[in-house]
């Protein structure tokens, strides 16, 4: 019992270091770095579980939780946000960032770069890194993983079966693509729909394909100068219905209805009575289609698929090459943790880094978020000119209008039906008129 | 005045048989409070805010303006009409139907059972599984009706994607696929009717025509009643075959109450209306039931011990 205190010291130092210890072990929560159980083992896998075996080992005391991405992720995010049970770290679709993050629920990235002085943002595509700072001024909801600039899809083979040479230029205007549209339309005495003979209703070829999905015609819009809502999201009165926006529906609206460059919905249903779109892409029964990067996983794996059918190329435009961009990003819930703020943005800043973004161009999906691993994945993948033609276009794409606006949704909702009538008959200033009331009226909600 | 308490308290615990019964309907008046009461009262009072689902703290407090939105809200009445139809000609549709099944499937005739079984196999298979057989039967090109019709010239539309058949198309469907249930609803209604009414109308001559319509019928108004009731709520709540057949279209003609209540909640995530919409068609479903009781009880009141 001598000297006591010095025991005492001896306890208090211990228990400090246990104190210590247990401070620097963190464990971060994220989803997205793993596979699902029928592809374990794959190049993916082990690229995924390498990653974050060489985190582990830069940042001793972070263990990575990876986690399987659930199922209905949307449900299940939002209800997790509104336990307060969400991972450290998810890839948030950008087509819903307003949703989530207009309540709050994202930590701003800023915290991250004054947390980790060495995450550089100028790694980011710009206008990519731009999707996550349009809602608040100052403020930077998310930092890219990965995106698509909606692209067209083209057969060059269907363009040869029509005796049309493949464009040389990026994008065309709309008149070349509808003249192009025309020309690689076919009936089934090979007459194409530019020809006076042509029957519109033993049509073998199609030049296009237009349907009432938003995300594959809002673009069509901007590239005449028009658009949906209002900057400010108050309003589609003065936008929806300009001039510009009902020239561009109408365009749409002619290539099918007028022109017959494309299928109607039910010819295309009745196309598709026994194979799925991409075989009737791959056999040249529709020689464009629009649709994001993420359409090379569908294509390389249909049994129709052979390189010399795939190629890309930009939108169309009347006034300006311009696109929308599908991305995903990175986030990190608001109420992180002060212990694990570091640790989760450091986890991040790796995973924006070549380490983690290299396996983009095993997946296939999108486009690394990050510039120079973008440029690099040109030479490694499959095509690589496809791939370029992608790359090329990423300086015209712009974010989606879920990134901007939370009530969006509700928009989409209205958009796609007004199209749907459109595409029937339906006259195109009544039924945008009509549009425009409801889409008011479900932005007046205040949300 | 204590003490009066205590032996009223004593009094109300004291009854062992009492208490006992109390722990064992403990865990379904749990499963009843959790699942159903509370969700109940969350919906309710959710129909009042706004609220997206994405936190639980500060959820706006909107009073009815729910609710007001609801009255210019065109897709809503829409799907509201479209319910009506549906409810309309699929109900009686499916009574009429299933009560001819079940006068068939009554007579001892050999392999009944198997029959009988036949008839009910609809309902015990999934609708996804239901939905890909009749996607297939009613395809504009391939399909099978289509091909039935052109045997004999009729150049048939395409069921599901045309606007003008479509809601026609599913009603068809759910008819078929309820109807197996239905039958067995009435095999027992007329299984239950006495046989000497039978023998006593015969003894009157009456004939097969005149048996139904003055023994049958009035015999089987229970069941009519029960089968109208459950049918018409059953019909304001169709959800499962729009949602895998249609979506709501085309262009809306099969866009259902529920299937709406669904998309604003599920895929607009604006649950505090869709909670509005709910209490709308709960509201719907109350008072068409309560028409169906007054006009039940004023008819048949006897039978429902006026």
């Known amino acids: ?447 | 005045m204590f003490a009066a308490a205590k032996t009223g308290w004593r009094a109300f615990w004291g009854r062992w048989n009492q208490r006992e019964g109390y722990v064992f309907v403990l865990p379904s008046l749990l499963h009843l409070l959790v699942f159903f009461l509370i969700p109940l009262g969350f919906s309710l009072w959710l129909s009042f805010h706004d609220w997206r689902g994405l936190t639980t703290r500060n959820i706006p407090f909107v009073g009815l303006e729910n609710y007001q939105f609801m009255f210019g809200d065109t897709r809503w009445w829409n799907a509201v009409w479209n319910t009506l139809v549906y409810t309309f000609v699929s109900v009686p549709l499916g009574m009429v139907l299933s009560l001819l099944v079940a006068i068939v499937m009554n007579q001892k005739i050999p392999g009944i059972y198997a029959f009988r079984a036949m008839f009910f196999l609809p309902v015990i298979t999934s609708w996804v599984a239901v939905s890909v057989v009749w996607l297939w039967i009613l395809d504009g090109r391939l399909g099978l009706l289509n091909y039935a019709l052109s045997l004999v010239g009729i150049d048939g539309p395409d069921w599901l994607s045309d606007p003008r058949t479509a809601l026609l198309a599913l009603i068809l469907i759910t008819v078929w696929k309820g109807l197996g249930f239905q039958m067995v609803i009435w095999l027992a209604g007329l299984q239950a009717i006495p046989k000497e009414l039978y023998e006593a109308a015969i003894v009157d001559g009456a004939n097969r025509v005149q048996q139904f319509r003055f023994v049958t019928l009035p015999m089987l108004a229970p069941t009519t009643f029960f089968m109208l009731i459950t049918g018409v709520i059953g019909s304001f709540q169709v959800f499962t075959p729009v949602f895998v057949l249609t979506k709501g279209g085309p262009l809306g003609s099969t866009d259902v109450a529920v299937y709406r209540i669904y998309e604003r909640a599920f895929v607009n995530f604006d649950f505090g209306y869709a909670s509005a919409l709910a209490w709308v068609l709960f509201v719907f479903i109350f008072v068409a039931t309560l028409i169906q009781l007054y006009y039940m009880r004023r008819n048949l009141g006897g039978m429902y011990g006026r």
């Open chain 1, 1 to 447: 019992m001598r000297r006591p205190w010095i025991r005492g010291v001896l306890a208090a130092s211990v228990a400090g270091l246990g104190i210590g210890l247990a401070q620097q072990q963190v464990t971060l929560n994220v989803i997205g770095f793993k596979v699902p159980p029928n592809e374990a083992g794959t190049p993916l896998d082990k690229a995924y579980q390498e990653f974050i075996r060489q985190f582990e080992a830069a940042n001793p005391g972070v263990k990575v939780n990876a986690l399987e991405t659930p199922p209905d992720f949307d449900t299940y995010i939002l209800t997790a946000l509104a336990s307060g049970t969400a991972p450290d770290v998810w890839s948030q679709d950008g087509s819903s960032l307003a949703k989530v993050a207009g309540s709050g629920q994202l930590l701003d990235m800023e915290r991250c770069r004054q947390a980790v002085p060495s995450f550089n943002f100028s790694r980011f595509f710009p206008n990519v890194l731009a999707l996550h700072q349009g809602l608040e001024k100052g403020k930077t909801y998310g930092v890219p993983n990965d995106f698509t600039p909606m692209v067209m899809y083209y057969n060059p083979e269907a363009f040869k079966k029509a005796n049309v040479p493949i464009p040389n230029k990026e994008n065309l205007t709309w008149d070349e693509f509808l003249n192009l549209t025309r020309r690689l339309t076919l009936d089934k005495n090979g007459k194409n729909a530019l020809d006076p003979a042509f029957d519109r209703n033993n049509i073998e070829q199609y030049g296009f394909r237009v349907r009432k999905f938003p995300f594959e015609w809002v673009y069509w819009l901007w590239s005449n100068g028009g658009d949906v809502i209002s900057p400010d999201g108050k309003t589609a009165s003065g936008y929806l219905d300009s001039p510009a926006s009902l020239e561009a529906i109408t365009f749409l609206r002619d290539l099918m209805l007028r022109y017959y460059v494309s299928p109607t919905p039910s010819a295309l249903d009745a196309l598709q009575a026994n194979v799925g779109f991409l075989d009737l892409f791959l056999q040249g029964k529709v020689a464009i289609f629009p649709r994001g990067h993420w359409e090379l996983v569908g294509l390389r794996s249909n049994k129709n698929y052979q390189p010399a059918r795939v190629a890309v190329m930009g939108n169309p435009y009347k006034t300006r090459p311009v696109t929308v961009m599908y991305e995903s990003g990175f986030v990190i819930p608001a109420n992180i943790s002060p212990e694990k703020l570091t640790a989760t943005c450091k986890f991040i800043e790796a995973a924006t880094g070549p380490s983690y973004q290299n396996t983009k161009v095993l997946t296939g999906i999108a486009i690394s978020g990050n510039q120079s691993v973008a440029a690099n994945a040109i030479s490694k993948a499959p095509q690589p000119a496809v791939e370029r033609a992608f790359f090329n276009q990423v300086r015209y794409a712009r974010a989606p209008y879920g990134a901007r606006y939370a009530a969006y949704p509700a928009v989409e909702t209205v958009l796609e039906s007004m199209m749907e009538r459109i595409l029937a008959g339906g006259e195109v200033k009544a039924e945008v008129a009509k549009a425009v009331q409801e889409i008011n009226r479900e932005l007046s909600r205040g949300r």
